[in-house]
């Protein structure tokens, strides 16, 4: 059997496409809750570190000031970090009961 032109592209590009799986993730696998903008993921960048350490470490006008960006920003910021930290807890929580 002849293969079909997407196979022959693959193959002459040296692409293997792995077959689907129905493996279950498991919690270190799973993405992360706290969804990144473009402006945190610029500024673990700049800083070398996660958004995570910086943003929790000082008061608002502090960690506004140190990093060039508004403080209503932060305290978004920080609150998104909570509600995903919440979010990791209760998934763990109910992993134990297997769902």
Same mark, same amino acid.
């Given at each position: 059997? /002849?293969? $079909?032109? @997407?196979?022959?592209?693959?193959? +002459?590009?040296?692409? #293997?496409?792995? %077959?689907?799986?129905? *493996? /279950? &993730?498991?919690?270190?696998?799973? /993405? +992360?809750?706290?969804?990144?903008?473009?402006?945190?993921?610029?500024?673990? !960048?700049?800083?070398? *570190? /996660?958004?995570?350490?910086? !943003? +929790? $470490?000082?008061? &608002? +006008?502090? #960690?506004?000031?140190r990093? $060039? !960006?508004d403080?209503?920003? !932060? $305290? @978004? =910021?920080? %609150?998104? &970090?909570? &509600?995903a *930290?919440?979010?990791?807890?209760?998934?763990?929580? =109910?992993?134990?009961?297997?769902?």
């Amino acid at each position: 059997m /002849p293969k $079909s032109i @997407k196979q022959r592209i693959l193959d +002459s590009r040296g692409i #293997v496409l792995e %077959k689907h799986t129905r *493996k /279950p &993730l498991t919690h270190d696998d799973a /993405p +992360s809750l706290l969804h990144k903008t473009h402006a945190m993921k610029w500024i673990e !960048i700049k800083h070398a *570190k /996660p958004i995570e350490d910086l !943003i +929790s $470490s000082g008061t &608002l +006008s502090e #960690v506004s000031k140190r990093l $060039s !960006i508004d403080r209503t920003t !932060i $305290s @978004k =910021w920080r %609150k998104q &970090l909570t &509600l995903a *930290k919440l979010a990791e807890e209760d998934r763990r929580f =109910w992993a134990q009961f297997g769902e």
